[in-house]
């Protein structure tokens, strides 16, 4: 099974900062990871596919890159509705596995 | 649109059984990959199975497998999950998803409770 590891657990920023967050693979999943974003008491959304492929709907403040164990998710300008919790998950095994979350907090 | 709508979570005992139904809409769901994906409360999220289209090929999580049975419909346009055998750490909002790599439509989900 592939571990994916996220950092850091918490990130505590104001609006129109910059937000970096990170998704580390135990192995390599090549170009195969995805983001989510979750608000408290809704679904999950996708936001980016495939490492730096945004989903359809998604802003341009968000993009994703990396590739191998390495990738990222950055929020160029955070806007108030981006205070959520993030998630990685690769697809290029079974079982498919998500890291542990990111929640990105007002500071 | 694409709407997914799960139903049938509920309250059962340790070592009971739940059937859980997704209604889809708003795609040609014969097409897709369909999966489960479950959270814990308060905690993170953890895939538990996924459906080919023809619903000739299915994987599940380690921890489900022999428990769970995920199935589809394509004339009904609906995705179930038979959970037999539950434990209390079953316990999860269950969704619904369209994809069985990434994951880009989730439904709201069903609460299964497994508790004495």
């Known amino acids: 099974e592939i571990v994916l590891t996220q950092s850091p657990a918490t990130l505590s920023l104001s609006p129109g900062e910059r937000a970096t967050l990170s998704c580390r693979a135990s192995?390599?999943?090549?170009?195969?990871l995805a983001w989510y974003q979750q608000k408290p008491g809704q679904a999950p959304r996708r936001l980016i596919y495939d490492a730096s492929n945004r989903a359809t709907g998604i802003p341009a403040r968000f993009s994703g890159s990396g590739s191998g164990t390495d990738f990222t998710l950055t929020i160029s300008s955070l806007e108030p509705e981006d205070f959520a919790v993030y998630f990685c998950?690769?697809?290029?095994?079974?079982?498919?596995?998500f890291g542990q979350g990111t929640k990105v907090e007002i500071k | 649109e694409v709407q997914l709508v799960e139903s049938g979570g509920g309250l059962v005992q340790p070592g009971g059984s739940l059937r859980l139904s997704c209604a889809a809409s708003g795609f040609t769901f014969s097409n897709y990959w369909m999966s489960w994906v479950r959270q814990a409360p308060g905690k993170g999220l953890e895939w538990v199975a996924s459906?080919?289209?023809?619903?000739?090929?299915?994987f599940y999580v380690d921890s489900v497998k022999g428990r769970f049975t995920i199935s589809r419909d394509n004339a009904k346009n609906s995705l179930d999950l038979q959970m037999t055998s539950l434990r209390v750490e079953d316990t999860a909002l269950y969704y619904c998803t369209t994809g069985g790599g990434s994951f880009d439509n989730w439904g709201q989900g069903t609460q299964v409770t497994v508790s004495s």
């Open positions: 459906i080919k289209p023809d619903g000739g090929e299915k």
């Open positions: 192995q390599s999943v090549s170009s195969y």
């Open positions: 998950q690769q697809r290029i095994n079974w079982p498919r596995t």
